[in-house]
């Protein structure tokens, strides 16, 4: 199982960007998949989770209303739409995927992760 990230970049304050996350090598669709972000020197933080069907979503109180999680389950593909985004978003993103079906927001329930890829918020 492979899971790669894309849409990173330097954007300024108040402005929005997409990451997006592709899985092969398996069926993506029958599993929740979700969103983490980590700052340097600090553990891998919970952002966003989706369940199997697309269905269900949880978020970080911090990011509740700008940010939104979808998935394309035919594609093997999530997004991650980030709006009004501020300079303390600034970190590098991961997605991640595992055998469970429910919108955890616990990094244990997540076996597959990506590389990351870096969001900078600055002006």
């Known amino acids: 199982v492979r899971v790669s990230e894309s849409g990173g970049g330097l954007v300024q304050p108040g402005t929005s960007l997409s990451l997006s996350c592709t899985v092969s090598?398996?069926?993506?669709?029958?599993?929740?998949m979700a969103w983490f972000r980590q700052f340097p020197g600090k553990e891998r933080e919970f952002v966003a989770a989706?369940?199997?069907?697309?269905?269900?979503?949880s978020y970080k109180d911090s990011v509740k209303g700008r940010f939104s999680i979808s998935r394309v389950s035919g594609d093997n593909t999530a997004f991650l739409q980030m709006n009004i985004l501020k300079p303390e978003d600034t970190a590098v993103y991961y997605c991640a995927t595992g055998v469970g079906v429910t919108a955890s927001n616990q990094t244990v329930d997540y076996g597959y992760w990506g590389q990351g890829t870096q969001v900078t918020v600055s002006s």
């Open positions: 989706i369940d199997w069907s697309g269905h269900r979503s």
């Open positions: 090598g398996r069926s993506f669709g029958a599993y929740a």
